[in-house]
T-cell receptor, first 112, second 110 residues
């Protein structure tokens, strides 16, 4: 049972490049989330999807877009990467909005 | 006042000691309380999940919620070097997003 799978694990981008972070869950969860984690800042919610077909902004959505491709998959896109987006990105899923989150192991992104 | 406050540590204790980790919060609507453990270069993993006030025990771990004081605790008995990690508290009410503390780094010294 894989749980939440994120790809890639590591990525280095130059300023202005674009990329998509992929996330898939096999727990038949309705809700999926994207967080970033920075030293001293904790986990900050970027976007979430309460159910298939819906997405909503979180605390720090600027510079990001998301797609809930189907119930299993939720991708995060950086259209024009900036050094301020250097971070560790975590995808998570939950059965309902007040259920505990299950996290992937993260994507470590560096923007130079 | 931040919604959830958690001392970042680091907290260093000798192996075998009892560890106490704490969070305070300001939103009295929170009903569901969680503790996550995060090892270096890994995602957070759920340790404990409790609803409303009281205690919940799971092996060496005990979660305690005091809603009147807006205070939650995680106790680790007989601490082991493998317990060295960052511990994040988290909480939510039924209708809103989960709010995380910033995490406490714990070191168990052999």
């Amino acid at each position: 049972n894989a749980g939440v799978t994120q790809t890639p694990k590591f990525q280095v981008l130059k300023t202005g490049q674009s990329m998509t972070l992929q996330c898939a869950q096999d727990m038949n969860h309705n809700s999926m989330y994207w967080y970033r984690q920075d030293p001293g800042m904790g986990l900050r919610l970027i976007y979430y999807s309460a159910s298939e077909g819906t997405t909503d902004k979180g605390e720090v959505p600027n510079g990001y877009n998301v797609s809930r491709l189907n119930k299993r998959e939720f991708s995060l896109r950086l259209e024009s990467a900036a050094p301020s987006q250097t971070s560790v990105y975590f995808c998570a899923s939950s059965g309902t909005r007040d259920s505990p989150l299950h996290f992937g192991n993260g994507t470590r992104l560096t923007v130079t | 006042q931040k919604e959830v406050e958690q001392d970042p540590g680091p907290l260093s204790v000798p192996e075998g000691a009892i560890v106490s980790l704490n969070c305070t919060y300001s939103n009295s609507a929170f009903q569901y309380f969680m503790w996550y453990r995060q090892y270096s270069r890994k995602g957070p993993e759920l340790l404990m999940y409790t609803y409303s006030s009281g205690n919940k025990e799971d092996g060496r771990f005990t979660a305690q919620v005091d809603k009147s004081s807006k205070y939650i605790s995680l106790f680790i008995r007989d601490s082991q070097p493998s317990d060295s990690a960052t511990y994040l508290c988290a909480m939510t009410n039924r209708d809103d997003k989960i709010i995380f503390g910033k995490g406490t780094r714990l070191h168990i010294l052999p």
